[in-house]
């Protein structure tokens, strides 16, 4: 998002990033946003960046669905949005900073073969579950402060190697909880599918203070190879306005439209996972 001046801070009174926000009070405070710890004269403010705003410093949490920025004193305190729309108070605002994102380490099939996800560039061609190839057409860069948000929602999933079946996938397989695998004709989101044996969250204590997921844009909304597992490519249900590198996307492509998603169902939750699919999950490593 771009550095700004914003009419309105909104204390966030229920939630942080990473669930759904819950607006408390509007404080009517005109005042800039400005970057502490980048480049000065770039006019873009990221996640994890130090801001100077209202005459204190702050770090940015995220990102909203609507472009505004969350924020909280480095130190802890109150967490607060900052906005120019008057009409926010006491209402649900929708914040989703965390996309569907590979951990660094996971392997990408490629026609080169497989190869870590930090090691792609635009312009590689990655195999779809399809047999074909398709170039990337850019990598989004997101760092995740675990001390922010409801623990949950932090977490990533592992996939133990051949929890989702057919020696799938070939070894273990990290991914943010919101991404989703192809299984059986379904798109399961990761956290869906968290059975606590052979497919688990990771606990935040094992992740640091941060870490970097990486998401894999295609022209088309895609189905690709991680670890040997068919799982999505990056679907624009999402703002990209959650990456770090938001600014590098702009510079290339301008506005653009939206995507069509894959002409699959989707299942966000357990209760929407088919049985089989759990059951078949749950049983050995060998199913």
Known sequence: MAAASYAY????????????????????????????????NDGTVAVGDNVFWDGGTYVVLGITTDGDPVIQ???????????????????????????????????????TGDRAVETLAIGDRVLTSGSTSVPIKWIGRQTVFTRFGPAERLMPVRFAAGSLGDGMPY?????????????????CHAGALVNGTTITRVPLADMGESYTVYHI?????????????????????????????????????????????????????????PEAILRRCRMSLAC
């Open 73 to 111: 004193p480095p130190g802890g305190g109150l967490v607060r949005v900052l906005s120019n729309n008057g009409a926010l108070a006491n209402v649900g605002s929708s914040a989703s900073p965390f996309a569907l994102c590979f951990l660094a380490g996971t392997r990408i099939s490629t026609t």
């Open 171 to 187: 070894t273990d397989l990290t991914v943010t909880a919101d991404h989703g695998m192809l299984v059986d004709g379904i798109i």
């Open 9 to 40: 801070s909104y204390l966030v009174s229920s939630g942080v990033v990473g669930g759904t926000l819950t607006l408390g009070f509007r404080l009517d405070n005109t005042a800039d946003i400005s970057e502490l710890d980048t480049d000065p």
């Open 217 to 273: 844009e295609t022209e088309d909304h895609e189905i690709i190879l991680a670890n040997g597992a068919p799982a999505e490519t990056f679907i624009d249900n999402v703002s990209r306005r959650v990456f770090d590198n938001y600014a590098e996307f702009v510079a290339l492509y301008g506005d653009v439209p939206e995507m069509e998603e894959l002409p699959y169902p989707r299942a966000m939750s357990a209760r929407q996972v």
